[in-house]
């Protein structure tokens, strides 16, 4: 069964700083993982997913993740903070072929201060 | 596509009284996802269905809960009767095959 971890509930930055949100998962068959982000009452939007291939992904508004096999890691990181990426993040996993669920992590609140 | 649609976007009810939240799925796809937010718990999923069939229900909470998706472009997730710990926002989410699932803006519950 697949499982994720988010380590930090909050996370605040500077604007113009690095943000690092942390992912950990756990996958019994090779995995697709998603980073998704919420905006106070809306729904969540995919940032960027992880298949197959190329183990750094870069997403929407200028985000990337590595896919670390060795660590089960999928951090994501951005170099430069902007007050609207004050949202809420979300790391998914999914199986490739095993169980089909999508399963998230708590999410972590980012706050940019100006 | 106009995306993943939820009804309604707000509902308040009496507790005890019966609700029923309502999903269209974008079209094509294959896997239809409903998850429950709420503060204490994060997101929890609750039922999933792949080609309108349940696959996985047991992230329902009890009993008073049900799902069902009688065709490919609808699906319901009923709550009767319904209690004040029911209070949280409703997702429902879809996909083709292993693909990122695609989410509705969600419904937001609240029973008194």
């Known amino acids: 069964a697949q499982s994720v971890t988010q380590l930090g509930s909050h996370v605040s930055v500077s604007e113009g700083a690095l943000v690092l949100l942390r992912c950990n998962y756990s996958s019994s068959v090779p995995p697709y993982l998603f980073w998704y982000v919420q905006y106070p009452n809306q729904g969540l939007q995919l940032l960027l997913k992880?298949?197959?291939?190329?183990?750094l992904v870069k997403g929407i508004n200028g985000f990337e993740a590595e896919f670390k096999k060795s660590e089960t890691s999928f951090h994501l990181t951005k170099p430069s903070a902007h007050m609207s990426d004050a949202a809420e993040y979300f790391c998914?996993?999914?199986?490739?072929?095993?169980?089909?669920?999508?399963?998230f992590g708590k999410g972590t609140k980012l706050t940019v201060n100006p | 596509d106009a995306g993943v649609i939820q009804s309604p976007r707000h509902e308040v009810t009496e507790m005890g009284q019966e609700v029923t939240l309502r999903c269209k799925p974008i079209?094509?796809?294959?896997?239809l996802f409903w998850y429950r937010q709420t503060m204490m718990r994060g997101l929890e999923l609750l039922i999933y269905?792949?080609?309108?069939?349940?696959?996985?229900d047991s992230g329902m909470p009890e009993d008073r809960f049900s799902a069902k998706m009688p065709n490919a472009s609808f699906s319901t997730l009923k709550i009767q009767p319904s209690e004040p710990r029911d209070s949280a926002v409703y997702f429902c989410?879809?996909?083709?095959?292993?693909?990122?699932?695609?989410f509705g803006q969600g419904t937001r519950l609240t029973v008194v």
């Open positions: 079209s094509g796809h294959d896997y």
């Open positions: 269905f792949n080609n309108n069939v349940p696959i996985d």
């Open positions: 992880y298949t197959t291939g190329a183990t």
């Open positions: 989410a879809s996909s083709f095959r292993w693909a990122e699932a695609f």
């Open positions: 998914a996993v999914r199986a490739q072929g095993g169980s089909e669920k999508l399963v």
